[in-house]
């Protein structure tokens, strides 16, 4: 099991905006161990075949979300998606690419710092273990635990065809929504960022990496839309 | 011993399954156009049908009253309108808090509509 | 004749290098402060760094065990160092770190909790009482929480920007930072009033390891190479247990045994049993009383020489039999590790409930750049902060102390910054010949027509590292290493070639650039092994094997040009009186305490 081998045909897309036209495909045959992932394909081809190879990794254990890219269409974390033996690999769309693997997350961090993610106190911290009830404190980690590594927004349809930011907004927004701390509009903010776009088809929900429901974010904040909710500065628990 | 306790997915084959989702939008969407064109259809089949003022064109069109009554035409018309009935409620109800999965409620609604699409080949069928 | 590469310059107050906890923390603390123009430098995306692949534990006296004190917390961290701790910064992390809890409190992280103000709390190898909180968001949380806090401040984050060098000008000050951005492959110079080096530790430069690709010791090493000491070089942390396979999770670290029994929240039961291939508990033969309840430094060194030996398994590891008892409340405090054992091991393993196959990796570097209480270097407008600096832990580190320590010493860095960018005073321009030398220079490799590639010889490093400087040393090994990399400095670092010649993301040229890097740190982790004739917490020596008092001291490198000094210098047993705010006098000289 641990140390049986396997062959794998790898088509890696090759893009350089400075000096290509459009965007190709390589193929590179790898020998490793059956259970390699396919990070450890891609790291096999700069080490020995393509050293001029543009692709990005850090944690490689499925942490730090910076090695997304889709395999055979599909978006996933490269570190943790097992290998194939005829596999393709894209960069995530439908962000610019840097080069070849790699895409320029700008405009997310953009983003990400345009919603403000941070509980907008009204209160200061007591100096001693701030009440929060144990259960929603874990639902919070839970929520609070999204890579933002964008398999989501990159998988999402609505993305594709509406003016929609994406899954992994909502749920910060959501994971926002529900911080007792926090005295912001979320709800407001999804609405703008394109929250009524979803086609509610739990795409995102199937391909979440750390096991998150951005559809579901969306559902509460549906919810709250049509039938009212938590608003910020109104009977917020303590 | 504890089995009881649900462990975290294994999130490291999602390239080798079918993604519901899709799956499930496109049905939603192409059963929508059926529907839509059926009802365009059975409104012009209809007017030429009973309308007078057609008779010339029905008279061209031996063919007619026959194209409505085809079992596949009856069994692909009503798996639609099962499935794109209840993928709508299930869409209307996930938002207002009732919680289902997206795999089951997907293939439990496929299932049903097949069931439904199915009794009207077979009622052609004499069965 | 080839033209010097353009270099855009750029005026920031306080340039931090280093995405992890400590970088976010000096930034967020040095524009609370009033620093002006904060810049966080991250050599990837700024969420690839180490905190973000920590467990999130965090070892901090919150009042909630009465048996707990902060004096106990701090005789641990002492007994746990062997005595060799710098006993001022030691302190500071015991009386500092509640506040810096409840900081991260206020930024949004909720702590776990078993009421309402009551935080969970759990055991980590060889502390004497219950006292490490956590979130089951674990670092991501901690990295995520605080990238927030960055936002809403409006501090600008650089991805991609690789801290090269530190630019001192003619007086010895550190007024710059040479960067390569490697999104465009160009290079910048930051001037600047303060240099935070908070860029993690020398994790990579060992072969199986539990860091991110990028902590090469890069900022160690520019620190080294500005004339600012290291101390405790010689000292890695190797996690006892780790993944064995695949290959990309070989080495990424499963905590410790005592996470996988009864230990967990009784110190007095048992921690998950650890076997060789004879079925043989062989940890009871380094440490009889504690058993796999041990520190990090024996359990690792124990499961190491029982692998050398021979008594491994075919893949190379050893069993760890866990207690499938803890399974819910491990499932409850740890669901991200309980997803990993399942989808590396298999759903028995990840129910604890078969045994699991562990070995020891790289994790920790215990020693770092010298800092002062206030985390600044003995060179001038250079300070560094967490897993880069040296001292808090001496010879062995607790686990659950490391986030502590970076959000504490992060804060300090920051403020400290802050106070050097209000001083001022240095003059536009200063480093900036330095800085275009020596980018020229580090600019050859790409133009170079023939040659080695850097992947290869950076395996090489990490093999003989692995091998010879790391869990297990001896004098002789060491001095042929050490040689080794003299050899490879001379000889094959001017043949470096990359054969990738695009600009943007050019992995190859980083690579040669942290080969520089890789070979500093080696040699300073050589020479120091090599002087230290002893074994003492982490540090293992076949050839001397007991603990010598006379060796409780610590050794500082100090680069001299090309030529290492290792001098042996008495611990700093004496606290010194905390000043009540960062006003500090703003350089710390080789032997001031």
Redesign the interface.
């Known amino acids: 099991m ?2 049986e081998k396997i062959a794998v045909t790898a088509e890696i897309q090759r893009f ?1 905006p ?1 000096c290509d036209k459009a965007p190709r495909f390589e193929t590179f045959q790898v020998t ?2 059956a ?3 396919v ?2 394909v891609i790291r096999s081809i ?2 020995n075949q393509a ?16 090695c997304a890219v889709r ?4 978006s ?1 974390l490269a ?4 290998c ?1 033996p005829h ?1 393709r690999i894209q960069p995530l769309k439908p962000f610019p690419v ?3 693997l ?1 895409v ?2 700008t405009e997310i ?1 953009g983003r ?2 345009q919603l ?4 907008l ?1 009204t209160t200061e ?1 007591p ?8 259960k ?3 639902e ?3 929520m ?5 590594c964008m398999v989501c927004v990159s ?1 999402c ?1 609505a993305v594709e065809e509406r003016p929609f930011d994406g899954p992994a907004f909502m749920l910060k927004l959501r994971h926002m929504a529900k ?1 007792p ?2 005295t912001r509009n979320r709800l407001d903010q999804a609405v703008e960022h394109g929250m009524l776009e979803c ?11 750390a ?1 998150l429901s951005p ?2 974010a969306i ?2 904040f ?2 709250e839309l ?2 009212g909710g938590k608003r910020p500065l109104q009977g917020r628990p303590g | 011993m504890s089995q009881g306790l649900t462990l ?2 294994n ?7 079918p ?4 799956i ?2 496109w049905l939603h969407r192409i059963t929508g156009m059926v529907i839509v064109l059926f009802v365009l259809v059975h409104v012009v089949a209809q007017t030429i049908l009973h309308v007078p003022a057609f008779a010339a064109v029905k008279a061209d069109m031996p063919w007619l009253p026959t194209v409505q009554s085809q079992h596949w035409v009856h069994a692909l018309l009503y798996f639609s309108i099962v499935f794109h009935t209840l993928y709508g409620l299930k ?1 209307l109800a ?4 009732i ?1 289902m999965g ?1 795999r089951a409620s997907l293939w439990s609604n496929v299932a049903l509509s097949a069931l439904v699409g199915l009794r009207e080949v077979l009622r052609y069928a004499g069965i | 004749m080839t033209i010097p590469p353009e270099v855009l310059v750029e005026r920031v107050d306080v340039l931090i290098a280093g995405s992890g906890a400590a970088g976010m923390r000096a930034a967020i603390a040095a524009h609370d402060a009033g620093a002006g123009t904060v810049v966080m430098l991250a050599k ?6 180490h905190t ?2 920590s467990g999130g534990r965090y070892n901090v006296v ?1 009042g909630l065990n009465p048996n707990d004190s902060n004096d106990a917390f701090f005789a641990d961290t002492i007994e746990s160092g062997v005595g060799i701790n710098n006993y001022e910064l030691t302190r500071i992390l015991v009386d500092e770190a509640l ?1 810096r809890l ?2 991260l ?16 709390m759990s055991m980590t190898g060889g502390g004497t009482y219950v006292r490490t909180i956590g ?7 901690i990295t ?2 605080m ?3 960055m ?2 401040r ?1 501090i600008r ?1 650089c ?1 991609f920007h690789m801290l090269v060098d530190a630019i001192k000008d003619d007086s010895g000050r550190v007024v710059g930072g040479l960067v390569l951005d490697l ?1 465009k492959g160009v290079w910048r110079y930051f001037e600047c009033s303060a240099l935070v080096i908070a860029t993690g530790g020398t994790s990579q430069v060992y072969e199986t390891n539990s860091g ?3 902590n090469t010791g890069d900022g160690i090493a520019i620190a080294m190479r500005a004339g600012a000491e290291l101390v405790d070089i010689e000292f890695m942390q190797f996690i006892p247990i780790s993944f ?6 070989r080495g ?1 670290t499963l905590t410790e045994p005592a996470h996988y029994g009864k230990r967990h929240f009784d110190p007095k039961a048992e921690a998950a049993h650890l076997l060789n291939n004879k079925g043989e508990r062989f940890v009871l033969k380094h440490d009889p009383i504690r058993k796999e309840g041990s520190t990090r430094d024996i359990l690792a060194r124990a499961i190491m020489l029982e692998i050398l030996e021979g008594r491994g398994t ?2 190379g590891g050893v069993l760890m039999i866990p207690d499938s008892d803890v399974f819910e409340a491990y499932l ?1 405090e740890r ?2 590790y309980v ?2 054992l399942l ?1 590396n091991y298999g759903e028995a393993q990840a129910r604890l409930e078969a045994p699991i196959q562990v070995m020891p990796s790289a994790l920790y570097t215990l020693g770092g750049v010298r800092i002062d209480a206030w985390c600044r270097t003995s060179v001038p407008g250079l300070l560094a902060s967490g897993e880069a600096a040296g001292g808090v832990h001496g010879a062995n580190r607790l686990g659950g102390s490391s986030m502590s320590d970076i959000q504490v010493f992060g804060q300090r860095a920051g403020l400290a910054a802050a106070e050097d960018a209000r001083a001022g005073g240095n003059v536009p321009g200063a480093g900036l010949e330095r800085a275009r030398e020596r980018a020229a220079e580090l600019t050859k490799p790409l133009l170079a027509s023939s040659g080695v ?1 850097p ?1 290869e010889i950076k395996k090489r490093l990490q093999k003989l590292m692995w091998d010879h400087v790391g869990l297990v040393r001896s004098g002789p090994k060491l001095e042929e290493t050490l040689r080794a990399f003299r050899d490879t400095r001379k000889h094959v670092l001017p043949t470096i070639k ?11 040229w980083m690579e040669s650039i942290e080969l520089e890097n890789i070979l500093d740190i080696g040699e300073a982790m050589a020479a120091a092994s090599i002087q230290r004739q002893e074994t003492r917490g982490a540090f293992y020596r076949t050839d001397f094997p007991e603990l010598d008092p006379q060796w409780t001291a610590n050794l500082w490198v100090n680069r001299d040009g090309r030529s290492l000094k290792v001098e042996k210098r008495p611990v700093q047993t004496s606290i010194g009186p905390q000043p009540a705010g960062p006003k500090h006098k703003a350089a710390l000289t080789l032997g001031e305490v």
């Open positions: 641990t140390v350089d400075a490793g161990l259970n390699m992932r990070l450890d700069y080490e050293g001029d190879l543009a692709y990005q990794f850090a944690c490689r254990i499925g942490r730090c979300g910076t395999v055979n269409g599909v996933v570190c943790q998606e097992r194939k596999m840097l080069r070849d790699v320029d997350r961090e990400l710092e403000k993610l941070a509980p106190r911290h100096s001693m273990p701030e009440p929060i009830a144990p929603l404190a874990e919070l980690c839970h609070d635990s999204c890579l933002l998988a349809p911080h701390q926090d086609f509610n088809c739990d795409v995102c929900t199937q391909v979440c990496p096991d559809a579901q559902r509460e549906r919810k049509m039938f | 975290p997915r999130t490291t084959q999602q390239a080798e399954k993604l519901h989702g899709n499930a939008r869409l996930s938002e207002t808090g919680r997206y | 990837g995306p700024r969420r690839a760094n973000r692949m919150t506040e409840y900081d409190e206020e930024y949004g992280l909720a702590w776990d909790r078993t009421d309402v103000t009551k935080y969970y979130s089951v968001d674990e670092g991501i949380g995520e929480v990238l927030h806090q936002h809403v409006g984050i991805d999104s991110p690709t990028i064995v396979y695949p290959p990309s999770a990424y075919p893949e409850k669901p991200i997803k990993r989808e590639r992947p990359v054969t990738d010649k695009a600009r943007v993301l050019n992995r190859e």
